[in-house]
């Protein structure tokens, strides 16, 4: 049987049959690769092309880059209840097991425990929950009354909110509601710019 037959198996029969010319690793040896491992000629890409300098979401136009207060303000008031759900659950499991330290492990312990495990995680998840609705309404309101968005709307909601959290206790609760409020969203507006202030202290020294 003649070996160099055409479709016999060897390499020529092949490349005939199929009309494609052979490629070997010393004809691939001078194809520039940059950053990738010779795999095939048409690999050969700049990884530079592959960077994205500028975003690739599509947004309406005029719309911002950024999400506003009421696109926040789910996100804020879920947190909160979830966040005063959690400490409302570790102070009820530690009133309980003070409160009921003298019993003995049985169904009664069990139960009272397990009340004030939910009384207290639903009461501070009820508290919380309103503190950020109250936040998030006074913080909408504002920006859209005064058309922009900045840290004295986050200032602003902050003292209100806590102002009518603590209108119930007179006009000596209001103030000390609104000096709270006030004390927290000023720490807050000065942690989220706080880059900013230290990076215009130091340009200011050179």
């Known amino acids: 049987m003649d070996n160099n037959a055409p479709g016999s198996g060897g390499k020529g029969g092949f490349g005939s049959l199929f009309g494609g010319s052979e490629y070997s690793n010393t004809e691939l040896a001078g194809v520039p690769l940059t950053g990738m491992s010779p795999l095939s000629p048409y690999l050969n ?17 005029g719309a911002s880059k950024t999400r506003g207060r009421f696109e926040l303000a789910f996100f804020t008031i879920g947190g909160c209840c979830i966040t005063g759900a ?8 530690r009133m309980g097991l003070k409160d009921t330290r003298e019993m003995g492990w049985t169904k009664p312990r069990n139960v009272q425990i397990l009340n004030m495990v939910t009384r207290q995680g639903a009461s501070w998840a009820n508290t919380l929950g309103s503190v950020a609705l109250l936040y998030s309404v006074f913080g909408v309101a504002i920006e859209k009354a005064r058309g922009a968005e900045d840290d004295i709307n986050t200032v602003a909601a902050g003292t ?47």
């Open 160 to 206: 209100l909110t806590g102002m009518l959290f603590k209108s119930t206790g007179g006009l000596k609760g209001v103030a000390r509601g609104g000096l709270v409020g006030l004390a927290l969203s000023g720490a807050y507006a000065l942690y989220s710019n706080w880059d900013h202030i230290r990076g215009g202290s130091s340009s200011s020294l050179y």
């Open 86 to 93: 959690a400490f409302g659950t570790v102070n009820g499991l």
């Open 45 to 61: 890409v700049d990884p530079r092309y592959l960077v994205q300098d500028t975003d690739e979401f599509i947004l309406p136009t």
